[in-house]
């Protein structure tokens, strides 16, 4: 299990994801990761920043979520649809899932919600503002995460 977190540390160091925001886990076992992303205060009066980066944030916790079923792997396709939303505050929340799973790709689906304290009830509302599917494929040890030709062919 050890082994394990010090692959997500490892995943989570390297990803561009946390260029912009503070990543903290919730949960995480194989097949399912729960993420809760915070803008770096840096970056607050970009709110917009949020919401083009949804894509970053899916390829990391799906990703995270499938280590410990093929090890190290990419998106090799994916879809996200989007709802109308606004970043003020708060915290973004990712949740995938692996649904199918073979000896070199693995399917999922990634829920993102929106935490957001509401001022003047005191209270937390949560609101799903994007939703993905997609495949992520193995990366095998020869390749590492440099290799253009195994993107490339998985998106030809």
Same mark, same amino acid.
């Given at each position: ?7 997500? #540390?490892?995943? /989570?160091?390297?990803?561009? =994801?946390?260029? &912009? ?5 919730? !949960?995480? !076992? ?12 840096? &970056?607050?009066?970009?709110?917009? $920043?949020?919401? @083009?980066? *949804?894509?970053?944030? =899916? #390829? ?12 190290? @792997? ?18 973004? $929340? ?7 799973? @073979? ?8 829920? *993102? ?6 001022? /003047?009830? !005191?209270?937390? @509302?949560?609101? /799903?503002?994007? !939703?993905?599917?997609?495949? *992520?494929?193995? /990366? ?7 290799? +253009? +030709? ?7």
């Amino acid at each position: 299990m050890n082994n394990y977190l010090d692959s997500i #540390d490892t995943i /989570l160091a390297g990803h561009t =994801v946390t260029t &912009f925001f503070n990543v903290r886990i919730m !949960e995480c !076992e194989e097949g399912k990761a729960v993420l809760g992303f915070r803008l770096r205060d840096e &970056f607050h009066r970009h709110s917009d $920043i949020a919401q @083009s980066t *949804l894509g970053c944030i =899916v #390829d990391c916790v799906a990703r995270i979520a499938g280590y410990g079923l093929i090890g190290p @792997s990419f998106i090799s396709e994916h879809e996200i649809n989007y709802r109308p939303w606004q970043l003020s505050g708060g915290e973004l $929340i990712a949740s995938a899932q692996i649904q199918f799973r @073979s000896d070199l790709c693995l399917t999922y689906v990634c829920d *993102l919600t929106y935490d957001c304290e509401l001022l /003047l009830t !005191e209270t937390t @509302s949560s609101r /799903l503002v994007a !939703e993905s599917q997609g495949t *992520l494929a193995k /990366l095998k040890p020869q390749d590492g995460f440099r290799s +253009k +030709k195994i993107i490339h062919e998985a998106t030809v």
